[in-house]
């Protein structure tokens, strides 16, 4: 059975950094072309890709925020972690991760974080 | 980044009836290899996205036949024949052909 989920600190001050972590289980990030990947959704708007990391230990990281991610996967490879830094009121919003194998889609999904950035 | 452009932003179906969301990219979907990286998504009240259809027409492993992937390069549409209360939700196109991936702003269907 596949899960993963979503952990993180529910809320936190502008200016400081965002950790968040992954816990999956029932498939392995070894397996070749296996992907975890990271999400975020603002209240009432689209979902926005973030990063990615692959089998083969490569990162992917969206643009307009790579500057400010840090992908990191611990040994056993049941965990992932995602770190935002310099968070901004923007930065509220439910985080996702998801998996993906090749090109079949995100097909699993974990329940989310919601994560609020507030003074 | 390539956009993905939805309409409607909402639609309303009575049970039973069909309903049909479009998707624009502003890029070509399609691979070299044959490939429309195409995805549908719905998102439930209250829970994460889930994966209909992969590749433009493939359907996701549990999903109902009642949905339907067709399209072209850049032209996508979803359809779901004899609609269910259980449908309810916004739905979603995505793309994998490039990093990052991206999503359409979704299409609510209402009953």
């Known amino acids: 059975q596949v899960t993963l989920k979503e952990s993180g600190p529910g809320m936190l001050q502008p200016s400081k950094t965002l950790s968040l972590t992954c816990s999956f289980s029932?498939?392995?990030?070894?397996?070749?072309?296996?992907?975890v990947n990271w999400f975020r959704q603002p209240s009432g708007k689209s979902l926005e890709w973030l990063a990615a990391i692959d089998w083969d230990g490569d990162k992917y990281y969206n643009p307009s925020l790579k500057s400010r991610l840090t992908f990191s996967k611990d040994t056993s490879n049941t965990q992932v972690f995602l770190k935002i830094t310099s968070v901004d009121i923007a930065d509220t919003a439910t985080y996702y991760c998801?998996?993906?194998?090749?090109?079949?889609?995100?097909?699993?999904w974990g329940q989310g974080v919601m994560v609020t950035v507030s003074s | 980044d390539i956009v993905m452009t939805q309409a409607p932003l909402s639609v309303s179906v009575t049970p039973g009836e069909s309903a049909s969301i479009s998707c624009r990219s502003s890029k070509s979907l399609l691979h070299s290899n044959g490939i429309t990286y195409v995805y549908w998504y719905l998102q439930k009240p209250g829970k994460s996205p889930q994966l209909l259809i992969y590749r433009m027409s493939d359907l996701a492993s549990g999903v109902p036949d009642r949905f339907s992937g067709s399209g072209s390069e850049t032209d996508f549409t979803l359809k779901i024949s004899r609609v269910e209360a259980e449908d309810v939700g916004i739905y979603y196109c995505g793309q994998l052909l490039e990093n990052p991936n991206t999503f359409g702003a979704g299409t609510k269907l209402e009953l």
């Open positions: 029932g498939f392995s990030l070894n397996t070749s072309g296996m992907v």
């Open positions: 998801a998996r993906r194998l090749r090109g079949s889609g995100f097909d699993y």
